[in-house]
């Protein structure tokens, strides 16, 4: 370990955030925390990482500070708002957000960190709970190569497919990508489910036969057991992932270009998250031809 990266702040502990925060002290790293709740990050402050009551705080102390967060707004706040990150981290530090967040404001949050001597990277993540949970996420990066290259250590103690994409921002329009290819892929599991039900056939059996097949995704390997089983708590909210189809959809028509199979999967999502599903997992869209 670099001895300028010993401090790393973890602000959002969640479903992911948590174990990722883990990962870091397991590496050795001294972890500094900041959520929202105090109460929900007791296990992790029980484990030997530092609590801060504010993000300023813990940007004060830090030489590598993480955002894992729920919206863009939150992300905005964190970084700009009134002794916000920007303001707060000392000079040369590197503000990483894994948040699944707007393009146009990673470009924002580069930019303005740049102008102070600070390194900025938008590195969202993919895996869901169980990536989190195995250090096996993929983070896909935007920013500047030195800035990739300095953290990369970090990132590798959470994931293991780790890709610079591009320029500030290409991180986030990566992540984009790969939120499009689940919505539209979701939609199929659930589907093919719910035919096999109604056929009268046993799902597990089912499942087996065309998981391994041409069929085959992440999606139908790790979330249709969930499905079958009737178990739909969070590896990942369908509030959140109903946000990041609109940051995709708003991206795409800036662009020029349609996406029917993503306007449709959110359509669905945002039927379930009205029957009051949003704090459940994206599997649970499987409930909507309940």
Known sequence: MASEMKKVGFIGTGVMGGSMAGHLKDGGYEVHIYTRTKSKAEELIAGGMIWHNAPAGLARECDVIITMVGYPSDVEEIYFGGDGLIAAAKPGAYLIDMTTSSPALAVRIYEAAKARGLHALDAPVSGGDVGARNAALSIMAGGDKAAFDAVYPIFERMGKQILLQGAAGAGQHTKMA????????????????????????????VLQS????????????????????????PGFYVK????????????AQKMGIELPGLALARDLYMRIADAGLADKGTHALYLAWD
């Open 210 to 233: 065309i998981s391994t097949g041409a069929a085959g995704s992440w999606s139908l390997s790790n979330l249709a057991p969930r499905m079958i089983a009737g178990n739909f708590e």
């Open 240 to 251: 959140h992932f109903i946000k990041d189809m609109g940051i995709a959809l708003d991206s």
């Open 178 to 205: 790969n939120q499009i290819a689940i919505a539209s892929n979701m939609v199929g599991v659930c589907e093919a489910l719910i035919y096999a039900k109604n056929a009268g056939l046993d799902l597990d059996g």
